[in-house]
């Protein structure tokens, strides 16, 4: 059984720093593309940074330059380090990847962990 759990929420000043760590178990035989998403309430679920397997980076243009998104291949862990956060990245950030666990790919969701940034 593959999990993805997420850690490192809480809450956090405007203008502070938090990180995020998201760790896949299981069986599981290569992980692909992995990334962050967000919800905040009365909103959809948004992109909020992902990173290929080979490293690349993409963020939602809110986050560019404030966000970092990185991954241990060896732990099977994904990272988001938040600096300058704003009281609008307030949300329930959410961990997934593309794995394969059998024959085929499909992608799994963390639980998600709540970030709240006070003014």
């Known amino acids: 059984q593959v999990q993805l759990v997420e850690s490192g929420g809480g809450l956090v000043q405007a203008g502070g720093s938090l990180r995020l760590s998201c760790a896949a178990s299981?069986?599981?035989?290569?992980?692909?593309?992995m990334g962050w998403h967000r919800q905040a309430p009365g909103k959809q679920r948004e992109l909020v940074a992902a990173i290929t397997s080979g490293g690349g980076t993409n963020y939602a243009g809110s986050v560019k330059g404030r966000f970092t998104i990185s991954r241990d291949n060896a732990k099977n862990t994904v990272y988001l380090q938040m600096n300058r956060v704003k009281p609008e990245d307030t949300a329930v950030y959410y961990c997934?990847?593309?794995?394969?666990?059998?024959?085929?790919?499909?992608?799994?969701w963390g639980q998600g962990t709540q970030v709240t940034v006070s003014s």
């Open positions: 997934n990847a593309d794995l394969v666990t059998g024959s085929s790919w499909r992608q799994y």
């Open positions: 299981g069986n599981i035989l290569s992980i692909g593309g």
